[in-house]
């Protein structure tokens, strides 16, 4: 089992960055695929980016591709999501998963944390 706390959110105007961290529990970090999903006020819970149990492999959605970048360290538990060129439509609870299935298997992410919210103003 692997718990799970994301921490970074914030507010930040268009065109601006923000850096994500989710911070794992557990010594089998290395062993999960890790994933950002988001959720904006309305909408489904929608997939952002994956990374790889090793950290070699991502997969982003076409919406964040060649803004979000996700990368992992897996001696300190955490992976990151460094959000730049943030667009008001980028506004959600951004929430961290972990997986024991591939990396590009969305659906199966099983293991949550509690969200942190990310605003972008206009």
């Known amino acids: 089992q692997v718990q799970l706390v994301e921490s970074g959110g914030g507010l930040v105007q268009a065109g601006g960055s923000l850096r994500l961290s989710c911070a794992a529990s557990g010594r089998t970090f290395s062993s999960y695929a890790m994933g950002w999903f988001r959720q904006a006020p309305g909408k489904e819970r929608e997939f952002v980016t994956a990374i790889s149990w090793g950290g070699a492999s991502t997969y982003y959605a076409d919406s964040v591709k060649g803004r979000f970048t996700i990368s992992r360290d897996n001696a300190k538990n955490t992976v990151y999501l460094q959000m730049n060129s943030l667009k008001p439509e980028d506004t959600a609870v951004y929430y961290c998963?972990?997986?024991?299935?591939?990396?590009?298997?969305?659906?199966?992410?099983?293991?949550w944390g509690q969200g942190t919210q990310v605003t972008v103003s206009s």
């Open positions: 998963a972990a997986s024991t299935g591939p990396y590009y298997h969305v659906g199966l992410y099983g293991h």
